[in-house]
């Protein structure tokens, strides 16, 4: 470093009127000059419109061929299938506006389907469990019978979509509707898809019947068939009470729809786990020496 007078530095400096004019012009133009850039670095830009997207279209538009028309059919927890099960078997463990409440506006496919399957392995399985106990003391070679599953499933499949169709059609037609629901556009019938649903749960009372039907009592089993179309039965028209009275048809209505409970039960029975009361003789083939 170089030595700097101390002196100097100390002593007093005269300077002239025009260096203390051009140094405050240099400070005023330092002072202007940041200034001008603070203002530009506080512009206002005006915020542009945020573009939201389009909201998704809701499920009940689809097409009724597409799958995702069916998605919300099957939009259900598990507490409420529990519930409709035992609603359909005890309705008094719920409200008498169970079926306007939760059901019909809210109709499930999931348990009817769940239901109906297990019923059709149900029924296949005691049946043939019921032949086996059939032919236990008869001297022949007993076989699985595997087209008792296919029986079962054309007919649980026709019962539980064939009735709810007619009986949604004898609703809608043989109804008049009110001039207040006319008014407020609303459907004294239940929907199809309410019909379904009601129709598959109904059957839940037939899979604790089907295994019990394995016993060879006939009265007992006859017995079991008039327990299990009077509850399913009582059930529907249960529910369907109040649709039913606006009907022209009421008493046909209603006895239709406990006579093809009664007609589903004695054919399950008698198909599946019937025992003639009378059996033939056995021949027996017998070889004679000469």
């Known amino acids: 470093m170089s030595n700097v007078n101390t002196g100097e530095l100390l002593d007093f400096q005269d300077y002239s009127p025009e260096h203390n004019r051009s140094a405050r012009i240099d400070v005023e133009a330092v002072h202007t000059n940041q200034y001008n850039n603070s203002n530009t670095s506080y512009d206002y830009v005006e915020p542009k419109p945020v573009v939201e997207d389009d909201p998704p279209p809701k499920s009940g538009n689809h097409n009724f061929w597409t799958i995702e028309y069916y998605q919300k059919y099957f939009d259900v927890h598990t507490d409420e299938v529990v519930e409709r099960i035992i609603s359909s078997v005890l309705p008094q463990k719920v409200s008498r506006n169970y079926f306007d409440e939760r059901i019909k506006g809210k109709p499930d496919l999931y348990g009817p389907i769940w239901v109906s399957v297990t019923l059709i392995f149900t029924i296949a399985v005691s049946g043939n469990i019921a032949s ?159």
């Open 132 to 290: 086996y106990l059939q032919n236990a003391n008869k001297a022949i070679h007993w076989k699985y019978d595997f087209h008792l599953m296919s029986y079962a499933a054309t007919a649980i499949s026709c019962y539980v979509w064939l009735v709810p169709l007619a009986l949604w059609a004898a609703l809608k037609w043989t109804i008049t509707p009110d001039v207040d629901q006319i008014e407020t556009q609303a459907s004294a019938s239940p929907t199809m898809m309410s019909l379904f649903c009601l129709y598959g749960y109904s059957l839940s009372i037939y899979i604790p019947v089907a295994i019990l039907w394995t016993i060879q009592v006939s009265w007992l089993q006859w017995l079991l068939v008039l327990l299990g179309a009077f509850v399913s039965g009582a059930v529907l028209i249960f529910w369907l009470l109040p649709a039913l009275r606006k009907s022209k048809y009421f008493i046909i209505l209603v006895g239709c729809i406990l006579a093809l409970h009664f007609l589903l039960a004695a054919g399950f029975m008698l198909y599946f786990f019937h025992v003639p009361e009378t059996e033939p003789e056995a021949v027996i083939a017998t070889t004679f020496k000469p």
